[in-house]
């Protein structure tokens, strides 16, 4: 298998993660400084020895590289230069690759030639043609290469949109006609994102997630987009596909920007639903498990209280479900530790909304905890109360001072409080 380092500077990571993918579906090892430095090791020398033993030098030339009075990148590529030196001149080895209408910089190679003398590629100018030109020098594997050009000759530029088109329909024979050549399919649905309607944009993105493992080579793009997606530019339907196929396809890569998103400030108040938008991206931090487990207790173990909540709430349903066969089985002390911490913000006026939200969905495993909600029915602080009186049915609480306080504003002059009040007068306990 064909082994390729990637030169760039740190303003061009999000195009060169797309180029890693599409190389990587073909079955060609990238070598990338974020991903390949072990924790603890010496970055430059282990950098010096990628370059040497590396099969090609990609060196990803941009506006970005053009404007930086300094960059390590210029170190990597004096390392390249020596080492192309000792190479034959008849075998390619050095790949110029512009991702931008910049100039190659003018070093000298030898023999009175410098890097503007290598031909280069124009991944800007036509990226589909770039990579069939980066192919034709860097070997992919075979099993890859063959499912690439199945899907090429299957699969051409017209029967693609066609089959995207298809796709934004939510036929699903057009799903399984792309998705059944696996990872050689990654490159084709990452590049339709770019110009898809939100409903083909989260049709493909779902389909990614399906793919599970076979869609590694997606994360990078995907954790991009989901920073995207930042309030106030969230879109509801894309940011629930992309923390969807973030879970599905379980890479590590992932727990970071999804605790990122989790924190988030993307509930409006008195939205009794925010429990719902959390749980988004708390679930696909579920699916990934013992990967995010440490990075959601460091969140509880911190001083935002924030973000102690909702990584509590995500922990519990994490805990919780993996421990318990059955959903109306007891949960644990350690579980119901996760409850008290999310209930000693309550009497914060800024996170009481979520905590209430937060509530609802575990249901009796925290009827213990109605006596604290008991201060929050309060008439004067009308969404407050409202968002009490539903978490407290949630809870079947059936404490007497509760139950009293919540018949009484049953006769309440505010009407929606009546109402919510009314709407539970059946689940609590007979007088």
């Known amino acids: ?22 190389l990587r ?7 990338l400084d974020r991903e390949n430095i072990a924790a603890g090791s010496r970055w430059q020398y282990a950098i010096r020895a990628a370059i040497r033993s590396g099969d ?7 506006e970005h590289f053009s404007q930086r009075n300094r960059t390590y990148m210029n170190e990597e590529l004096t390392l390249a230069i020596d ?4 190479r034959p001149t008849d075998r390619a080895w050095f790949l110029p690759l512009l991702l931008s209408d910049t100039v190659i910089p003018d070093r000298d190679i030898g023999g009175g030639e410098t890097l503007r003398s290598i031909q280069h590629v124009a991944l ?36 693609l949109a066609r089959v995207l088109r298809s796709l934004d329909t ?9 998705t059944r050549y696996g990872a050689a399919a990654v490159p084709f649905l990452v590049d339709a994102l770019a110009s898809a309607s939100d409903n083909l944009f989260c049709n493909i993105v779902f389909e990614l997630g399906e793919m599970a493992s076979e869609a590694h080579a997606a994360v990078p793009l995907l954790c991009e987009l989901l920073d995207q997606q930042q309030p106030p530019n969230t879109n509801d339907r894309r940011l629930r596909a992309i923390v969807h196929a973030l879970g599905g396809i379980g890479d590590a890569r992932a727990v970071g920007p999804l605790a990122s998103a989790l924190l988030w400030e993307k509930f409006k108040s008195g939205e009794h639903r ?20 440490s990075t959601l207790q460091a969140l509880i173990d911190s001083d935002d209280p924030r973000a102690r909540v909702r990584a509590a709430h995500v922990l519990y349903w994490a805990e919780y479900l993996s421990r318990s066969r059955y959903v109306n089985e007891a949960p644990d002390a350690d579980v119901l530790s996760l409850v008290d911490i999310m209930t000693n913000e309550l009497q914060s006026p800024d996170l009481c909304l979520e905590v209430l939200a937060c509530l609802c969905p575990i249901g009796k495993h925290a009827a ?64």
């Open 25 to 31: 579906s073909y079955g060609i090892e990238v070598w």
């Open 1 to 22: 298998m064909a082994y390729a380092f990637l030169s760039y500077v740190r303003e061009d990571a999000p195009i060169v993660d797309r180029l890693a993918t599409t």
């Open 83 to 86: 080492e192309l030196r000792q």
């Open 170 to 178: 939510c036929n699903p024979d057009s799903a399984w006609e792309l």
């Open 274 to 293: 925010c429990w719902y938008e959390l749980l988004h991206s708390g679930c696909a931090l579920q699916k990934l498990g013992e990967k995010a487990k």
């Open 368 to 431: 213990f905890k109605d006596t604290a909600i008991l201060p929050l029915l309060d008439e004067s602080c009308p969404s407050t109360c409202i968002a009490a009186i539903q978490t407290l049915s949630c809870l079947h609480s059936r404490n007497v001072a509760v139950t009293s306080k919540l018949r009484a504003l049953m006769d309440s002059t505010n009407s929606k409080i009546q109402s919510a009040a009314l709407r539970i007068k059946y689940t609590l306990p007979r007088e």
């Open 56 to 62: 090609f030098f990609l060196a990803c030339f941009s």
């Open 124 to 159: 800007y100018h036509d990226w589909s043609d770039g990579i069939r030109r980066i192919l034709e020098v860097v070997p992919s594997s075979a099993a890859a290469m063959v499912n690439a050009q199945e899907m090429q000759k299957t699969v051409g530029k017209e029967a």
